[in-house]
């Protein structure tokens, strides 16, 4: 019964995630189009994107900063952690239970990224890191494109055990790709503060999901009238 209400949950947010999608693709765009300040970032994204497809896959790497994000979820989650394994192609954690947090977190959490954003604030706390941003950026943009392409292939190439946790395909994916747009967005905001912004975004989804769902409503109410 769970899996069929977060299915028609799932059906809920698919308006939402299209129109994000769309608002994240205006957002990119525009950031694009002050290429000179984000030069570096979009260097990092087509590097990764060239090694990965021409040289090396980064598949140990990817399923180390997968499971460790499993296993740093449950923690938040006060969730015990039993076991954790991690190979070549595959790896694991056991644990004492889960929930869609956990099992959908590393699918739209950029691990790397994260790491990148913390060694950066603690060594601003010790000396002047302006010199360094666009080293910063250029290592977000490669390690966003490296989330972004692992995950699309890890979901896309293989049957998930934790779609089916999370509470099945269907709803799994809907929620990957609609929080990863949202941290795609806050990324960026974060990085391009001056060229990005999500108050108008989050304004213009608002007022199409608002016309989408008064035209629902008007084409029930016709209906019923009949």
């Known amino acids: 019964m769970a899996k069929f209400w977060k299915f028609l949950l799932a059906l809920i947010l698919l308006p939402l995630t299209c129109l994000v999608i ?29 090694v990965h497809y021409k040289f090396y896959d ?7 900063i997968h499971e460790m994000t ?24 056991k644990m004492t239970r889960t929930n869609t947090f ?3 977190a590393p699918y739209f959490v950029p691990g790397y990224v994260i790491i990148v ?15 360094y941003r666009q080293v910063v950026l250029f290592l977000v943009g490669f390690f966003m494109a490296f989330h972004f392409i692992q995950t699309f292939h890890t979901l896309w190439e293989a049957e998930q055990p934790d779609l089916q946790l999370a509470g ?4 799994s994916c809907v929620t990957i790709v609609l929080a990863n747009m949202l941290v795609l967005a806050a990324v960026l905001k974060i990085l391009f503060p001056q060229d990005v912004f999500l108050l108008e975004a989050v304004r213009q ?11 629902i409503v008007n084409y029930i109410l016709e209906k019923i009238k009949k």
Do not use: N, P
Request: charged share 15%.
């Open 168 to 171: 099945g395909k269907f709803f």
């Open 22 to 50: 769309w608002q994240d693709l205006r957002i990119l765009l525009g950031v694009l189009e002050h290429l000179s300040a984000a030069i570096s970032f979009v260097l990092g994204g087509v590097l990764y994107s060239v």
């Open 58 to 64: 980064f598949s140990r790497s990817y399923v180390f």
């Open 205 to 215: 989804v608002t007022e199409q999901l608002s016309k989408g769902g008064q035209i």
């Open 117 to 131: 954003a913390i060694l950066y604030l603690l060594f601003s706390l010790f000396m002047d890191v302006t010199a």
């Open 70 to 93: 499993h296993a740093v979820a449950a923690i938040l989650c006060g969730v015990r952690i039993k076991d954790i394994r991690v190979g070549a192609q595959s790896g694991y954690v």
């Open 102 to 104: 956990i099992a959908l």
